[in-house]
């Protein structure tokens, strides 16, 4: 008997492996949090400059109030209303006193904290950057270590640091301190999905398997709905930071209630606890565990061959199926997060736009519930065909027409 029909003796997705699914999915509502609290934390609201009283040197006039051609620019706000007369010529002055921002809807951002705005504006994406590079060097570090002291050592260290760094996030002095915090922050969000996932659909039988690899995204789409309704009602983004970043410290019962993977540990040779488990696992689901089942085939448990990630590039039928999975993963990924992170630019209610955002997650995902069991390919095609037709036609919309809504 090999592993997977073990699993369907003792309940493949039975009363065992729903509670387990709620230990997982509770930590991907707090991932939704640290994925697109960005959009509110670091939001950028209207902002002009900070009247300048101060005068020029030498033969240069500063006319205060003056308006020229120039100061109607779409970036006029990165300079005073003041004008500097050079000769017969007027030329903007530069904002040299600061800004100062609206808090008709937030108190305080990262960008109003730290002027991230005009000739800074780009640290505020290069801070998305450096977190998104975060998720990329935690899935290597974390999907390693998984495989070497196994998926619920790996799982609980990763929501340890989360709840850890994303605190410190909101004590950062400055920004530099800040974007090295969410990197940190990025590379335990990749180990808690990698290992949270894995661990579930190892404990699942082949026939529940797309069922339960689904559940953990409606956890997530939950997370992003309630990330409105907190970022709603806080609107301080340290004070936001620290919201959604404590209720992690309420998770260390996982320590307790966590199981570790049987199927590592019998590929790891590490047979009697692997039994203990299942026998548990048995017992909770209701079924009865017999040592002719756990003895008849030993041999089949364990891993023979190791694989690594040069696998998928060994031989060409995996070359190509490996280039289109990475391709497919790129442009999802790259279409997901450009839309999920730029709600703040649609110039709508930016609370009730993450809702439904999140609100969408919902049916998306129980139409490939529906979809998936017919064609893996097909409904891959045609997902991929309307999203990539959506965003086209995104692009007839004329300019403006959110004023007129």
Request: charged fraction near 15%.
């Amino acid at each position: 008997m090999n592993f997977d029909q073990i699993l369907s003796a003792i309940g493949g997705f039975g009363k065992y492996q729903k509670i387990l699914y709620i230990w997982i999915c509770l930590p991907q509502i707090l991932l939704a949090f640290h994925m697109m609290v960005s959009v509110f934390t670091g939001a950028t609201p209207p902002f002009q400059c900070r009247s300048n009283s101060s005068s020029a040197d030498g033969n240069q006039t500063l006319v205060p109030g003056a308006l020229t051609s120039n100061l109607s620019l779409p970036d006029a706000s990165c300079f005073s209303s003041d004008v500097l007369l050079r000769g017969n010529r007027t030329e903007r002055v530069p904002c040299g006193r600061g800004w100062v921002y609206s808090q008709e809807v937030f108190q305080s951002t990262t960008v109003t904290e730290w002027d991230l705005v005009c000739g800074k504006a780009g640290l505020n994406s290069l801070g998305s950057s450096i977190y998104m590079f975060g998720l990329l060097v935690g899935s290597l570090i974390f999907g390693a270590m998984a495989d070497r002291y196994g998926r619920r050592f790996v799982l609980l260290l990763s929501i340890a640091l989360q709840t850890v760094f994303g605190v410190a996030v909101a004590f950062a002095p400055n920004f530099t301190v800040y974007a090295i915090l969410r990197f940190a922050v990025g590379t335990t969000i990749s180990g808690i999905i990698i290992n949270a996932f894995v661990l579930g659909t190892e404990w699942t039988c082949t026939k529940r398997r797309m069922l339960a690899g689904i559940i953990t995204d409606y956890a997530f789409g939950l997370g992003y709905m309630l990330l409105a309704g907190i970022a709603y009602l806080i609107r301080d983004w340290r004070k936001l930071q620290v919201a959604i970043s404590a209720p992690g410290f309420l998770l260390v019962f996982y320590i307790w209630v966590l199981p570790q993977s049987a199927r590592w540990l019998l590929a790891n040779d590490r047979r009697e606890e692997a039994i203990a488990l299942l026998r548990k696992a048995a017992t909770v689901n209701g079924r009865v565990l017999s040592l002719s089942d756990l003895f008849l085939a030993p041999n089949s448990w364990r891993g023979k061959q190791r694989y690594s990630a040069l696998d998928l590039v060994r031989t060409p039928q995996m070359r190509k199926r490996g280039f289109i999975l990475f391709y497919i993963w790129f442009v999802n990924v790259l279409v997901y997060y450009g839309l999920s992170l730029g709600v703040s630019r649609l110039g709508t209610d930016l609370y009730m736009t993450q809702f439904v955002f999140g609100l969408v997650e919902i049916p998306a995902r129980s139409m490939v519930l529906v979809m998936l069991p017919f064609s893996r390919r097909y409904s891959q095609s045609a997902f991929l065909a309307v999203g990539g037709v959506a965003c086209l036609l995104m692009l007839t919309i004329p300019a403006g027409t959110k004023d007129t809504l």
